[in-house]
């Protein structure tokens, strides 16, 4: 068990570019989660997976965000034509049961 | 829908001496209830979590808390802080069907002071 681990952890991008950030979940965790948390802010879901099934997506997950998590295993979450508003730390957390999700380090997006 | 509240935004505490992170929350289904600290530039480590049973739940590195269903609130405690407890601590809550994500508050940032 090594944890949730996402990459990159800082990402620094221009006004308009596409990124895109990957999180591995714990082996054998089925459920993925997707967070986003402003400065001086609790994070705020954005998406869920279970399986490769996308089954939740928050009103916060514009036309511009896309996930996806193909077989099953890990997860990527693509922003397009960035924003200054889309700075924020992006979290990823994975859970077995519907109880407990474990965070990993979270990717940091600055947009300028 | 469900909704988290941390009344305090930051709290300075001498170190040994006692803490009191409060909590409400809001709910029309049952809930887990969960508490995470975050150091900085870290994600969110789990202390501790309510599932069921028994009110007082432990957790690590000395903390507790304490479910109180008529009260809606879930406060965390230390009886005795250390400065590397300086964090920002989440109080967070989910259903308990569904796809369970979690509702956060707005944070704790608990300052351990010398």
């Known amino acids: 068990d090594t944890g949730v681990s996402q990459d990159p952890r800082h990402k620094i991008t221009k006004r308009g570019q596409n990124v895109t950030f990957r999180c591995d979940p714990i082996?054998?965790?089925?459920?993925l989660y997707w967070y986003r948390q402003t400065l001086g802010q609790g994070p705020e879901f954005l998406t869920y997976?279970?399986?490769?099934?996308?089954?939740?997506k928050s009103r916060l997950l514009s036309d511009r965000f896309s996930a996806e998590r193909p077989k099953g295993s890990f997860s990527t979450l693509e922003i397009q034509r960035t924003e200054q508003g889309d700075s924020a730390m992006y979290l990823c957390?994975?859970?077995?049961?519907?109880?407990?999700?474990?965070f990993g380090p979270g990717t940091r997006l600055t947009v300028l | 829908a469900q909704s988290v509240t941390q009344l305090d935004s930051q709290v300075p505490v001498f170190e040994e001496a006692p803490v009191e992170l409060r909590c409400n929350y809001s709910?029309?289904?049952?809930?887990?209830l969960f508490w995470y600290v975050q150091y900085p530039n870290q994600g969110l480590q789990l202390l501790l979590k309510?599932?069921?049973?028994?009110?007082l739940v432990k957790g690590i590195n000395g903390f507790e808390a304490e479910f109180n269903k008529s009260q809606t609130s879930f406060h965390l405690r230390k009886p005795s802080v250390h400065i590397s407890d300086t964090a920002e601590y989440f109080c967070?809550?989910?259903?308990?069907?569904?796809?369970?994500?979690?509702?956060f508050g707005t944070g704790t940032r608990l300052t351990v002071i010398p």
């Open positions: 957390a994975s859970s077995l049961r519907a109880d407990t999700q474990y």
């Open positions: 082996s054998e965790h089925n459920r």
């Open positions: 997976f279970q399986n490769e099934a996308q089954l939740e």
């Open positions: 709910s029309s289904v049952s809930v887990y």
């Open positions: 309510y599932l069921s049973g028994s009110t």
């Open positions: 967070a809550v989910s259903d308990q069907t569904g796809a369970n994500n979690l509702f």
